[in-house]
């Protein structure tokens, strides 16, 4: 009891510094992170709708397993990873394939678009993306982890091995092996072939 | 450096966390390398293609509904296991904002409840039934550091009890002697706290005290041998009157009456 008191403390008082006085804060401050590593893990809008609310479930459901020295958002992308992981694993045991995307990226306006570009570009835009995602599905679920939190968030690999409880050598093998497999899928697909 | 040597460093390098002496011989046997070098340009072709990626951004009212959505799903989640609750504090950062109704339907589920179900003895009838221990009171805390004290022991009472798993009930006799004799001290004590608890902004902690001690007195007057279906009836009682939600609530308000004067924390537990 002590030490679960404790444990929040620390996660009170980072909450606190932060500005937060609710949990509903650590959410709309969190929210879009979380839900954007999920849409790298997953894929896909409604799976990482999905997962990303499941973190936050888990998150409030295992305070007492917040260690004051990490951050919140360290732990919540740990949460989210790990959560991914165990789904991907779950459904694998149930002999049940991955669900198909459903949701394109294509059917959702693109961040960045922009609304000057010719229609030849973004229809190439989009081809783009469709050819990226596909080759992300490809990859297993610890090779996919790997690559999006190295690629897409920043970390150094050493913290990647932290996030996963694997060791930086078992990190790069796994990014190595990520980075074949990109490039055999997206060989049929040059970027210097774009005329760019 | 040898072929398998470099090729073993791509993720690094492609990564740009390689350095110093191992850099500049990576370097080096790329340089006089045909089969490295264009090996590694074709990897950092992929590095450059996948960064090509751009995540969609959902709609605004995404964004907007994020937390309704949520709150639905915890509040769920949080419902299918009362066990779960981490510590109260935290628990009520998430009811806050839903405090006010919850507490309003749990109100009406009491009096609907209890006018239905119960023939509820009265703290005098039962001062009879029981052998109730006198309360201790230490004077010299005040009713808001007393109420929060009686508020914690009873939550873990209710606690204990919600959780106590099918499989013990063989055992329940036995194990419930303890709660029934925290149930009563209870109780005595709640007479003296609703007592002390007289001003008007502590009215609603005065009535917290009171729908707590139904609870309490069924609790202290659970008979040993054939009170399983009776337990069940404390803890329905539990559950839909929402207790312990307003437990948490209340210890929420008074750990911020707390905090608010000296800004120094001071821990229930
Ligand atoms: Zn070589």
Redesign the interface.
């Known amino acids: 009891m002590r030490l679960m008191a404790r444990d929040e403390e620390a996660l009170v008082s980072e909450a606190v510094v932060a500005g937060f006085s609710t949990f509903r804060d650590v959410v709309e401050a969190h929210k879009k992170q979380v839900y954007y590593l999920a849409l790298d893990l997953t894929g896909n809008h409604h799976d990482a709708e999905d997962l990303s609310q499941e973190v936050f479930i888990k998150a409030y459901q295992s305070m007492k397993d917040f260690r004051g020295d990490a951050k919140l958002s360290s732990w919540l992308h740990r949460i989210t990873v790990n959560a991914f992981l165990d789904s991907k694993r779950k459904r694998s045991l149930r002999l049940l394939p991955f669900p198909e995307s459903r949701e394109r990226p294509a059917e959702l306006p693109f961040r960045d678009e922009r609304p000057d570009a010719s229609p030849d570009r973004r229809l190439e835009t989009a081809m783009i993306q469709r050819h990226i995602d596909e080759a992300l599905e490809k990859l297993t679920p610890r090779e996919r982890a790997v690559f999006v939190l190295r690629h897409y968030n920043d970390l150094i690999l050493r913290d990647v091995g932290q996030m996963l409880n694997i060791s930086e050598g078992t990190v790069k093998t796994l990014l190595f092996r990520a980075l074949r497999r990109l490039q055999k899928e997206l060989r049929s697909y040059r970027p210097e072939e774009r005329g760019q | 450096m040898r072929c398998t040597e470099c090729e ?1 460093l ?3 390098a ?2 740009e ?1 390689i350095g110093g002496e191992e850099l500049q011989h990576f370097q080096e046997h790329l340089a006089g390398c045909l089969k490295c070098s264009a090996d590694y340009a ?2 950092l ?6 960064d ?8 605004e009212a ?2 907007d509904q ?2 309704e ?3 639905g ?2 509040e769920s ?1 949080e419902r299918a ?1 009362v066990s ?1 609750m ?2 109260p ?2 628990s009520s ?2 009811f ?2 839903a405090a006010a109704a919850s507490l309003m339907a749990a109100g009406i589920v009491v009096g609907l409840y209890y006018a239905r179900h119960q023939p509820i003895p009265t703290a005098a009838t039962t001062s009879e039934q029981q052998p109730v221990a006198p309360a201790p009171t230490p004077r010299a805390a005040s009713s808001d550091d007393r109420t929060m004290d009686y508020l914690r022991r009873s939550e873990v009472l209710l606690l204990g009890i919600v959780n106590h798993g099918a499989s013990e009930t063989a055992s329940i006799g036995i194990e419930l002697a303890r709660e029934k004799k925290v149930s009563r001290d209870l109780v005595a004590e709640a007479a003296v706290l609703k007592h002390d608890l007289a001003s008007p902004e502590q009215r609603r902690l005065r009535q917290l005290v009171s729908d707590l001690e139904i609870i309490l007195l069924q609790i202290a007057n659970l008979e040993t041998q054939q009170d399983l279906p009776q337990i069940e009836l404390v803890r329905s009682g539990v559950d839909r009157t929402g207790i312990l939600l307003k437990i948490n609530v209340e210890q929420m308000r008074m750990a911020d009456r707390k905090d608010a004067p000296s800004g120094q ?1 001071s ?1 229930p ?1």
Request: zero cysteines; proline letters at 9%; charged letters at 30%.
């Open positions: 073993s791509f993720p690094v492609l990564y966390e074709e990897l072709a992929v590095r450059r293609t996948m090509e990626r751009r995540r969609t951004e959902p709609p995404f964004w994020y937390w959505q949520l709150a799903r915890l989640a296991s779960s981490p510590h504090r935290w950062w998430l806050r904002s924390e821990q537990l």
